[in-house]
Structures are given as structure tokens and as C-alpha cells.
């Protein structure tokens, strides 16, 4: 039996009492805008006649709009209960019994700080505000009952007016306590849930040069309604981001993210499910890119080793034509232009009959590395590059970015040097056998678009490539030396995963 029923009783309640009280900040948004309930409200004590000891409204000609509003604000006693016994279970709960719960069912000392300092910590937090919410709830919650959607049927006591007129004087302090509550708690159930690991183990599935690509591999994590669900294999995978410096960083970044995928999807180029999710503690901003897990026998690069090499054509020619929509939006009169990694390993075959060693005519493809955003909007970066240099040596980031860091990002504009990028991986792949053949059908791609810059040849295609390896293997090499200063001289945690080593 679970030790904390309590605690997860507690948050059950607050979740469905959540729900409620969003509803209701949206009817005290409206009503702070509509003309019909402004009117109600600034002749409220003109609207009611007497019959003896009951109240009942002079015209009940109300506005549907306005009567709506009305209902959602006055109305709607079982969600009103619901907020009430919420708070009330907050109220009383122990405040180290949630300390604990969260030191279990959470993997990090830190996190579970972060998220009890939600509840107890700082200028009034979710504890404190369901205080200032208990005496009015309480007061007002009798009279709620006695008001529904049809303004005839509406019957109350002097007693009932009066707490209704009490309440529009609250008006602004109620609508501030519930955005301020709903700001925390929605911080705290997206941070729980992106930190609950039960029985849990991660997965690493991959290295990046820069990045590493992880799941949870089994156990059980929390969903919206923090229900458990046993996973056995995630259907997402995470890349961890480079730091941001700070949270409207982190805004801008989403943005990108976000409208990345929407113009690549215009294109017609097909992209995974992703989902972007940070967590906060104190100065340190965390953020990591989901995206929905693929078949990795799939991935080019992957199958280019299984494939003849009248396959691998086939496959190269379908990245090309997927290449093709970006080159054709690119040459348009337009003030967005679009950037991409091309290589092979970014690539996922959407094979009609999976088939490992076939490609087909009617095969698909989708484009996997959507978490770096590269596009430009009149001729600006939309993506913050200097956040993606935080990867880099502390002792090389000035070198990176005054030597390296605007011709890096220009190579993803450039089409030609994208498909040399391309080709030129066949060396790290272990594959250069079929470089001769790629090269007569990239350049009869290069003269079909009218693509700048003439034909690749062999020779540049081998420059090309030294030159990278030379690059990636010094910068390996420098992360090497800045974990060993971090870890070993400074005494302070490296915050990377590095790969081994990396066949070239």
C-alpha cells in the first residue's frame, strides 16, 4: 500500500479543483470587459425587488452573453465545493509529509526544493493563497447554490445580496489570487511531472558530436491527471539543450522551435511529434527537446550499410528531392529563409512495407533534427546562436565566435555546401566507395535547380571532409580538457555527457 495516500489525495483534488478555477478566471476576464455585466454590476443594488423576505431580480431580460458570465462568476456551487475542499485538504496538510513525498518520488534533491518551495516557500505561495481563498469560499459558498442559468428562478435572502455585493468588491483581489495560483500550480504539475520516476532508468540512445539523445527506458512516470502509467519503452525521445541564460531566452527559443516545424511541414517535409519542456531551479534553466521515438534501423546513415548501392542512390535521391522543396521556397521574393542539416543521419525512410534493404518509388521521408531552428527572417537569425556556443570550452568561445561561428551557420543556407556535407559523411560512414556515384547525381541535381557555385568534384569533397574531421576532432579533444579543468581543478560538476571515440 502507498505510505503517501494522503499526499496523492491532496493532489488529486487540487488538479480537478484547477480545472474550476481556470473556468472561472475566464469568466472574470470576460466580465472585466463586458459592457452588459459592468452595467449589472455598477446597478447592482437596483436590480432586485423584495417579496417579502426573498430577493428576486426587477428584469430578467438579461443578455445571454451577460447571464452566462453571471452563472460562471455566481454560479456553479459543485466546482466552488471542489475549489473549497481542495483548499482545505492544502490547508491541512503537513507540510513535511509533502516535504518527504517529493524527496521519493522525485530523482533530484534540487528538484523536489524547487517544488516544495511552490507550495510553502517565498512571497505567498500556493499554501498562502488557498488561506486568503478559505474565508469567502466558505461565506459565499450557501448562496452559490441558490443561482443557476435562468434569472427567473433566481430567489435569495438579504443575506445573499449582501455576500454577492461583498464579493464584486473583492472582485480584483479574487481574480489576482486565482491567476497567481494558477501561474505556480501549473509550474508545479508540468515540473512534477517532467521529474516523477518510479523504479525508472533512462536510456541512452546515441551521441551526438554536441548532444545526447535519451529516453526513459522503463518504470512508471505521471500524465496530466497525475495518473501512473508503466512504461516499458517511452514514445519520446529527449535531447538535452545547450544552457539558456535565461527564461525569455528560453520563450524566444520556442517560438523558433515551434514555427521551425511549421514551415518545414508547409514544405510538405513530413517531421516527427515534439514537445519542448523545461525545468527551473534557482538560476539554473534546463530545457530539453522531445520528440517522438523512430525506427533507428531506418535512419539513413543506418541503412545506407545495408543497402546496394542502387538503393543508396534511391535513398539519396529522395533526400535530394526533400532538399529540392527547400531550395524552391528559398528562391522565392520572400523574407524568410530556410536553413538545414542535411546529412543522411537526419533523415528517417518512411518505407509502405519495411523493407531493410529496399528502397521503394513510393517511400517516404522525414527530417528528424528540428531542434536546432535555422531560419532567417529578413536576413536575421530567429535561433539565438550565441545559446548553442555555450556547448563550446569556456577558453574557446571567443575563438568560435569570431572565427568559425557566422561561416558554420551560413553552410546551412547554402544548398550546394549541404549536399557536399552530405557526401562528403560517406568518408565517416566507412562508405567512400560510393562517392563516385553520388557525385554525378548531386551535380545533375545542382544543374536541374540552377544552384550557384558549379559542380562538386572529388577533390573538394575530400578537402571538405579532412578539413571537418580536423575540426570535430579538436573540439572533442577541447571538451576533454574542459571537463578534466572543471572536474579535476575546479572541483565542480560537468554538466555533459561526452561521446567516446568517434570513428572517422
Same mark, same amino acid.
Given at each position: 500500500m502507498d505510505e503517501f495516500t494522503d499526499i496523492t489525495a491532496m493532489l488529486d483534488a487540487l488538479e480537478r479543483a484547477h480545472r474550476f478555477k481556470k473556468k472561472r478566471l475566464?469568466?472574470? =476576464?470576460? %466580465?472585466?470587459?463586458? %459592457? &452588459? /455585466?459592468?452595467?449589472?454590476?455598477?446597478?447592482?443594488?437596483?436590480?432586485?425587488?423584495? &417579496?417579502? =423576505?426573498?430577493?428576486?431580480?426587477?428584469?430578467?431580460? #438579461?443578455?445571454?452573453?451577460?447571464?452566462? *458570465?453571471?452563472a460562471g462568476l455566481f454560479g456553479r456551487r459543485d466546482e466552488a465545493k471542489a475549489i473549497l475542499a481542495a483548499d482545505r485538504a492544502l490547508g491541512s496538510a503537513d507540510p513535511l509529509r509533502l516535504d518527504k513525498y517529493l524527496a521519493v518520488k522525485t530523482a533530484r534533491i534540487?528538484? !523536489?526544493?524547487?517544488?516544495?518551495?511552490?507550495?510553502?516557500?517565498?512571497?505567498?505561495?500556493? !499554501? !498562502?493563497?488557498?488561506?486568503e481563498r478559505l474565508p469567502y469560499l466558505e461565506r459565499y459558498l450557501p448562496t452559490m447554490g441558490r443561482i443557476?442559468?435562468?434569472?427567473?428562478? #433566481?430567489?435569495?435572502?438579504?443575506e445573499d445580496i449582501d455576500i454577492l455585493w461583498e464579493i464584486i468588491q473583492l472582485f480584483d483581489v479574487i481574480k489576482e489570487n486565482l491567476k497567481r495560483d494558477g501561474a505556480l500550480y501549473e509550474r508545479f504539475r508540468r515540473d512534477f511531472r517532467g521529474h516523477y520516476r518510479e523504479q525508472g532508468s533512462l536510456a541512452i540512445l546515441g551521441f551526438g558530436e554536441i548532444s545526447t539523445v535519451m529516453s526513459l527506458a522503463k518504470g512508471r512516470v505521471m500524465g496530466r491527471d497525475f495518473s501512473l502509467q508503466r512504461? @516499458? +519503452?517511452?514514445?519520446? /525521445?529527449?535531447?538535452?539543450?545547450?544552457?539558456?541564460?535565461? +527564461? !525569455? &531566452?528560453?520563450?524566444?527559443?520556442?517560438?523558433?522551435?515551434?514555427?521551425?516545424?511549421?514551415?518545414? $511541414? +508547409?514544405?510538405?517535409?513530413?517531421?516527427?511529434?515534439?514537445?519542448?519542456?523545461?525545468? $527551473?531551479?534557482g538560476k539554473l534553466l534546463t530545457v530539453y527537446a522531445g520528440q517522438a521515438r523512430i525506427n533507428p534501423a531506418f535512419v539513413g546513415h543506418v541503412m545506407l550499410h545495408r543497402l546496394d548501392a542502387e538503393n543508396a542512390l534511391r535513398l539519396f535521391r529522395k533526400v535530394l528531392g526533400e532538399l529540392r522543396k527547400i531550395h524552391e521556397f528559398n528562391t522565392r521574393a520572400s523574407g524568410v529563409k530556410i536553413g538545414i542539416d542535411g546529412q543522411l543521419s537526419n533523415w528517417v525512410l518512411d518505407s509502405r512495407d519495411g523493407a531493410l534493404t529496399h528502397v521503394h518509388p513510393d517511400d517516404g521521408m522525414m527530417y528528424i533534427d528540428t531542434s536546432t531552428p535555422l531560419y532567417r527572417k529578413d536576413g536575421r537569425e530567429q535561433m539565438n546562436p550565441e545559446v548553442f556556443i555555450m556547448t563550446t570550452p569556456s577558453f574557446l568561445r571567443w575563438v568560435v565566435r569570431r572565427f568559425f561561428l557566422q561561416e558554420v551557420l551560413?553552410?546551412?543556407?547554402?544548398?550546394?555546401? /549541404? *549536399?557536399?556535407? #552530405?557526401?562528403? =559523411?560517406?568518408?565517416?560512414?566507412?562508405?567512400?566507395?560510393?562517392?563516385?556515384?553520388?557525385?554525378?547525381?548531386? =551535380?545533375?541535381?545542382?544543374?536541374?535547380?540552377?544552384i550557384l557555385g558549379?559542380?562538386?568534384?572529388? @577533390?573538394?569533397?575530400?578537402?571538405?571532409?579532412?578539413?571537418?574531421?580536423?575540426i570535430w576532432k579538436f573540439y572533442q579533444f577541447a571538451r576533454r580538457v574542459d571537463r578534466f579543468i572543471t572536474e579535476k581543478i575546479m572541483r565542480k560538476k560537468y554538466s555533459y555527457r561526452l561521446p567516446g571515440k568517434i570513428k572517422r
Amino acid at each position: 500500500m502507498d505510505e503517501f495516500t494522503d499526499i496523492t489525495a491532496m493532489l488529486d483534488a487540487l488538479e480537478r479543483a484547477h480545472r474550476f478555477k481556470k473556468k472561472r478566471l475566464v469568466f472574470m =476576464n470576460r %466580465a472585466s470587459v463586458s %459592457a &452588459e /455585466v459592468l452595467k449589472l454590476r455598477d446597478g447592482f443594488d437596483l436590480l432586485w425587488k423584495r &417579496e417579502g =423576505n426573498e430577493y428576486r431580480l426587477r428584469d430578467v431580460r #438579461i443578455p445571454p452573453g451577460a447571464l452566462s *458570465i453571471l452563472a460562471g462568476l455566481f454560479g456553479r456551487r459543485d466546482e466552488a465545493k471542489a475549489i473549497l475542499a481542495a483548499d482545505r485538504a492544502l490547508g491541512s496538510a503537513d507540510p513535511l509529509r509533502l516535504d518527504k513525498y517529493l524527496a521519493v518520488k522525485t530523482a533530484r534533491i534540487a528538484a !523536489a526544493r524547487h517544488l516544495y518551495g511552490l507550495f510553502y516557500v517565498g512571497d505567498r505561495p500556493l !499554501a !498562502a493563497l488557498a488561506r486568503e481563498r478559505l474565508p469567502y469560499l466558505e461565506r459565499y459558498l450557501p448562496t452559490m447554490g441558490r443561482i443557476g442559468a435562468d434569472p427567473g428562478a #433566481i430567489v435569495l435572502r438579504k443575506e445573499d445580496i449582501d455576500i454577492l455585493w461583498e464579493i464584486i468588491q473583492l472582485f480584483d483581489v479574487i481574480k489576482e489570487n486565482l491567476k497567481r495560483d494558477g501561474a505556480l500550480y501549473e509550474r508545479f504539475r508540468r515540473d512534477f511531472r517532467g521529474h516523477y520516476r518510479e523504479q525508472g532508468s533512462l536510456a541512452i540512445l546515441g551521441f551526438g558530436e554536441i548532444s545526447t539523445v535519451m529516453s526513459l527506458a522503463k518504470g512508471r512516470v505521471m500524465g496530466r491527471d497525475f495518473s501512473l502509467q508503466r512504461v @516499458e +519503452g517511452s514514445r519520446m /525521445v529527449w535531447k538535452r539543450m545547450p544552457p539558456f541564460p535565461s +527564461g !525569455a &531566452e528560453v520563450d524566444r527559443f520556442e517560438r523558433a522551435y515551434v514555427e521551425y516545424r511549421e514551415i518545414l $511541414t +508547409g514544405l510538405g517535409i513530413r517531421v516527427p511529434e515534439q514537445r519542448l519542456t523545461r525545468f $527551473t531551479y534557482g538560476k539554473l534553466l534546463t530545457v530539453y527537446a522531445g520528440q517522438a521515438r523512430i525506427n533507428p534501423a531506418f535512419v539513413g546513415h543506418v541503412m545506407l550499410h545495408r543497402l546496394d548501392a542502387e538503393n543508396a542512390l534511391r535513398l539519396f535521391r529522395k533526400v535530394l528531392g526533400e532538399l529540392r522543396k527547400i531550395h524552391e521556397f528559398n528562391t522565392r521574393a520572400s523574407g524568410v529563409k530556410i536553413g538545414i542539416d542535411g546529412q543522411l543521419s537526419n533523415w528517417v525512410l518512411d518505407s509502405r512495407d519495411g523493407a531493410l534493404t529496399h528502397v521503394h518509388p513510393d517511400d517516404g521521408m522525414m527530417y528528424i533534427d528540428t531542434s536546432t531552428p535555422l531560419y532567417r527572417k529578413d536576413g536575421r537569425e530567429q535561433m539565438n546562436p550565441e545559446v548553442f556556443i555555450m556547448t563550446t570550452p569556456s577558453f574557446l568561445r571567443w575563438v568560435v565566435r569570431r572565427f568559425f561561428l557566422q561561416e558554420v551557420l551560413d553552410r546551412y543556407y547554402d544548398l550546394r555546401l /549541404v *549536399i557536399v556535407d #552530405i557526401i562528403a =559523411n560517406l568518408h565517416k560512414e566507412q562508405l567512400p566507395g560510393l562517392i563516385p556515384q553520388f557525385l554525378p547525381v548531386a =551535380n545533375g541535381f545542382i544543374r536541374e535547380e540552377g544552384i550557384l557555385g558549379g559542380e562538386i568534384t572529388r @577533390e573538394e569533397i575530400d578537402k571538405y571532409y579532412a578539413g571537418d574531421a580536423f575540426i570535430w576532432k579538436f573540439y572533442q579533444f577541447a571538451r576533454r580538457v574542459d571537463r578534466f579543468i572543471t572536474e579535476k581543478i575546479m572541483r565542480k560538476k560537468y554538466s555533459y555527457r561526452l561521446p567516446g571515440k568517434i570513428k572517422r
